[in-house]
């Protein structure tokens, strides 16, 4: 989003189109908080840049939190209980993260979600996510909520088939998008993350997806 006038006054929402909207500035409240729960559950579940389907690996750096994790390896996208890496089970969701989640599907207008899963993506100055759709999860009556941190990104935001329309939408620190009822399946993705340095989180952008999976 732009850089407000006002330094510190969130941007006001913005509805991308029916069941999605940018809520800017929401995850404000994760600042104090944030740089200590990523470290963490990095130690605890390490990032490690995961393999596709086809063999590419990928260049965002990925974990999970909370009941089941989303992975990518030769056998296919998919949950799972335990981090393959460890053997363990992925670390619990933090309640900081779970309660922003809830708030801002709330917020959205998508009462009652509760996420069982939460993908911590980490972007260095470069990576990037192609056009995809969020698909591998059980239900899809319940939205997607997306929480970005440090280094701003280009958010592209398409249409229920791949050759849709692309808008580009700038995300800064603690935006939150989310997308759910008729915008649920929307292809979606990020431009390469350009350089820079960011105040709480350094050479980075990390995005928390939280989804109800089960
Ligand atoms: C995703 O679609 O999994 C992540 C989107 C983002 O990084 O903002
Ligand atoms: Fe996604």
Same mark, same amino acid.
């Given at each position: 989003m732009q850089d407000s006038l006002f330094g510190d006054t969130p941007q006001p929402d913005q509805t991308l189109c029916e069941g999605a909207v940018v809520l800017g500035g929401? +995850? $404000? %409240?994760l600042d104090p908080v944030i740089g200590g729960l990523l470290e963490a559950l990095a130690q605890d579940a390490p990032f490690r840049q995961m393999e596709t389907p086809g063999g590419r690996k990928m260049s965002v750096a990925m974990t999970n939190c909370g009941g089941s994790g989303w992975v990518s390896d030769r056998a296919g996208y998919r949950y799972e209980g %335990?981090?393959? @890496?460890?053997? $363990?089970?992925?670390?619990e969701m933090p309640a900081p993260l779970r309660d922003l989640a809830r708030d801002s599907a709330t917020q959205a207008g998508f009462t009652g979600f509760d996420p069982d899963a939460c993908l911590i993506n980490q972007y260095l100055p470069g990576a990037r996510l192609s056009l995809h759709q969020d698909? #591998?999860? +059980? #239900?899809?009556s319940q939205p997607i909520v997306s929480v970005s941190l440090g280094l701003s990104a280009v958010f592209l935001f398409g249409g229920l088939s791949r050759a849709d329309p692309v808008r580009k939408i700038g995300l800064e620190h603690s935006d939150v998008v989310v997308w759910g009822g008729p915008s649920r399946l929307r292809y979606h993705g990020i431009s390469p993350v350009k350089e820079g340095d960011h105040a @709480? @989180?350094?050479r980075r952008r990390i995005n928390l997806t939280f989804r109800r999976v089960l």
């Open positions: 929401y +995850a $404000r %409240r %335990r981090d393959p @890496l460890t053997g $363990r089970p992925w670390p698909k #591998d999860e +059980a #239900d899809f @709480l @989180l350094g």
